[in-house]
């Protein structure tokens, strides 16, 4: 049974930092895409940023290049999202998901098969 677990979010006031973690059971983060998601109150799922299953690729929303970082551990089996300068548009249920697909420049909701339950980032102005 394959279950991915975030963890990490929280409420923090504009320009602070969180990082997030995925765990992954079931399934080895080596052989799949893995990504990072986002959904507001209102608003559709968009991909914050996504990295290939050999670790060598990753890509990012234009809204967060240069403030988010993805990163893996393969010996944890375990996802992250370091996420700097935090604005309050940044506030969301954030969602990890694997995927056998790689698009170079997108991270598409509807390619991902497994996902997390979520964690909220509340950002504070």
């Known amino acids: 049974q394959v279950q991915l677990v975030e963890r990490g979010g929280g409420s923090v006031q504009a320009g602070g930092s969180l990082r997030l973690s995925c765990t992954a059971s079931?399934?080895?983060?080596?052989?799949?895409?893995v990504g990072w998601f986002r959904q507001a109150p209102g608003k559709e799922r968009e991909g914050v940023s996504c990295?290939?299953?050999?670790?060598?690729?990753?890509n990012y929303a234009d809204s967060v290049k240069g403030r988010f970082t993805i990163s893996r551990d393969v010996a944890k089996n375990t996802l992250y999202l370091q996420m700097n300068s935090l604005k309050p548009d940044d506030t969301a249920m954030y969602y990890c998901?694997?995927?056998?697909?790689?698009?170079?420049?997108?991270?598409?909701?509807?390619?991902?098969?497994?996902w997390g339950q979520g964690t909220q980032v509340t950002v504070s102005s």
């Open positions: 079931g399934l080895t983060f080596a052989d799949y895409a």
């Open positions: 990295i290939h299953w050999s670790g060598s690729d990753t």
């Open positions: 998901a694997t995927s056998t697909l790689w698009r170079p420049n997108w991270c598409l909701p509807g390619d991902f098969k497994y």
